[in-house]
């Protein structure tokens, strides 16, 4: 049996009930088998990674995606772009004398032959779609650099871009609109962010120039700075984009859009505001290169104690599960992770979110819009009339939808909701004081969790040293009693020289007590909440980060920067 014969067979085997469909393109694409993948993954015969799988175990070879991995960039280990576009393939993991190379077709040992000799290394060949294998490509070794020859166009393209500071008339939104070096200028400055895990990009006018400002692993660093003029261009494109007056810069605006480069289709939130010098506009990425199917609880660094009582909080019939922490810290991953251990066909799942941040599979999720009236209390009021059993409210704002919510609590129903608030314990009392009765709150909240996301370790770079006793007597108790090591990134080119790499959460819980509902039904304060819930072994947030730094996760110094100063820890304690 043919590679390509037993492709199809496994196919129809996975996917039974539509037979006669994969013979019919089969049977279409028989003399370009080559296009048949695509044109099944098109139809939804199965998911994309499935299928490419499948066509990986036909070739004899692993299946890849390179877009959930980190491609090395040095020009020792990776591929020119003018060849890897040409080949189709992109080098994923370089160490030694050995490198791990995607390809679009590996088994073209010609091919194959030919990378080794230009590499200088023995590969290994994995599969990959080309049309993946070009975002990579455009992301990870075109973009920084196609940014400099785009601006370097607009520039001298553009009639008066050398002195436009903003858009006057019709004529001025046509030049911009259809220049494509302000498209190319646009598109690399977003592969850019993506390349470098960026979760937001910033516009800035200022006196002379243009800063772009990206956050990354939570923050902000400057990539490039812009002429002014360039930066009316960009605004004009990301307005276009989002369908909001070209000619209205002296009034705030709100809109979102998505772009598809390639295989990566991506999303983004977009705010513009009137500053001194012009308007400053900033882009929240909502989808992002990597997988992020993989929203489990188990992926996210919770404490195995932690990670217990929140499942079993949330296996309970009815209640309230409270995250709380300030914008940015990753509640929305969390309520989502416990959403996916949540999701069966046997429940019914709803969400209210403001925005719709990640798009989940067999559950249905509702985007408020504030300016036709479709707020949280309006969407959860209705909610509650389509027989649901488990409903995530994005974030509680208003006395009308913590009450609502408390009564679906009451009623039968598992909520999951977020609060602004700097601990878990003031979450609670956050409720009592926006008017929900104690009554209330003390039977329903069945558990708030408090989080932080610090950054990570580069694990390239990374390297142990010995703090100094100063630092180990402010954070540990009788730290003499054993050597204590701590750890830190020394930069290098895969973490762009900041000695971090991604970030990971640091968590505090309070599964509520019979003794704190009582606490709560009788409005005590937070400093008795904390007495009783120390009682039965709370943690907190500066203590869970002290064993992540211990164990090489995080620095010291991004602990003390996140949390607050709270009882000390003994290097010792599990």
């Known amino acids: 049996m043919s590679q390509l014969e037993d492709f199809l067979a496994t196919v129809r085997e996975n996917a039974p009930a539509l037979k006669s469909l994969i013979d019919s393109r089969a049977q279409a694409f028989a003399s370009e088998p080559e296009r048949l993948l695509p044109d099944l993954q098109e139809r939804g015969v199965l998911p994309k990674a499935r299928l490419c799988q499948l066509w990986a175990d036909s070739l ?181 984009l989002c369908a909001l007056d070209l000619t209205q810069s002296r009034l705030p ?31 929240r990425v909502l989808g992002a290169p990597q997988n992020r199917s993989l929203l489990r609880l188990d992926t996210l660094g919770f404490p195995r104690t932690i990670l217990e009582a929140v499942r079993r909080v949330i296996s309970r019939p009815n209640g309230i599960l409270i995250v709380c922490g300030p914008t940015g810290c990753g509640k929305t991953t969390t309520l989502y992770g416990c959403l996916n251990e949540l999701n069966r066909p046997d429940v019914n799942i709803t969400t209210i979110e403001d925005p719709v941040e990640y798009r989940l599979q067999d559950i249905t999720q509702h985007q408020v819009n504030n300016t036709t009236g479709l707020t949280f209390a309006t969407v959860l009021r209705s909610i509650m009339r389509q027989d649901p059993d488990i409903i995530l409210i994005g974030e509680i704002r208003d006395l009308e939808t913590a009450l609502i919510a ?65 630092e180990l007597a402010e954070h540990f108790i009788n730290p003499g009693a054993v050597p204590v090591k701590l750890y830190r990134g020394k930069g290098c080119p895969k973490c762009f020289g900041t000695g971090y790499s991604g970030r990971v959460g640091i968590y505090e819980f309070v599964e509520v007590s019979e003794n704190m509902r009582q606490l709560i039904t009788e409005k005590k304060g937070v400093d008795l909440l904390f007495e009783e819930a120390r009682r039965v072994g709370h943690r907190s947030l500066r203590y869970d980060g002290l064993k992540k730094a211990l164990v090489g996760w995080t620095t010291l110094e991004e602990v003390v920067r996140n949390t607050l100063p709270d009882i000390s820890f003994h290097p010792v304690e599990n």
């Open 60 to 240: 004899g070879v692993a299946y890849v995606n390179p877009m959930s991995v980190a491609i090395p960039t040095d020009p020792f280990e990776q591929l020119q772009e003018d060849i890897a576009r040409k080949t189709h393939a992109i080098v994923l993991n370089s160490i030694g004398q050995a490198a791990t190379v995607a390809m679009a077709d590996p088994r073209n040992a010609r091919q194959v032959e030919s990378l080794a000799k230009i590499l200088g290394k023995e590969i290994s060949p994995v599969y990959a779609p080309a049309e993946e294998i070009e975002t990579v490509i455009s992301m990870y070794l075109g973009a920084e650099g196609n940014m400099a020859a785009s601006l370097e166009s607009l520039c001298s393209e553009v009639p008066g871009m050398t002195d436009l500071r903003e858009i006057k008339s019709a004529g001025d939104v046509q030049d911009l609109v259809a220049n494509r070096a302000v498209i190319q200028l646009l598109n690399s400055i977003i592969l850019t962010a993506f390349k470098r895990r960026a979760s937001d990009i910033h516009l800035e006018a200022r006196a002379e120039d243009c800063r772009v400002r990206m956050r990354i692993d939570g923050d902000m660093q400057t990539v490039m700075l812009l002429p002014i003029p360039v930066h009316v261009a960009l605004v004009v494109r990301i307005k276009l």
């Open 406 to 470: 408390t009564e679906a609590a009451l009623t039968g129903h598992f909520v999951l909701t977020s609060l602004h608030t700097n601990n878990a314990l003031q979450a609670v009392t956050r409720l009592v004081e926006i008017g929900v009765d104690p009554y209330l709150v003390a039977p329903t909240t069945m558990g708030v969790l408090s989080q932080r996301l610090v950054r990570r370790i580069c694990a390239s770079c990374k390297e142990e040293y010995v703090p100094t006793e100063i």
């Open 253 to 283: 605006q709100d809109g979102a859009f998505e772009l598809k480069f390639g295989a990566l289709n991506t999303s983004f939130r977009v705010s513009t505001l009137p500053s001194l010098y012009g308007e400053k506009a900033v882009l």
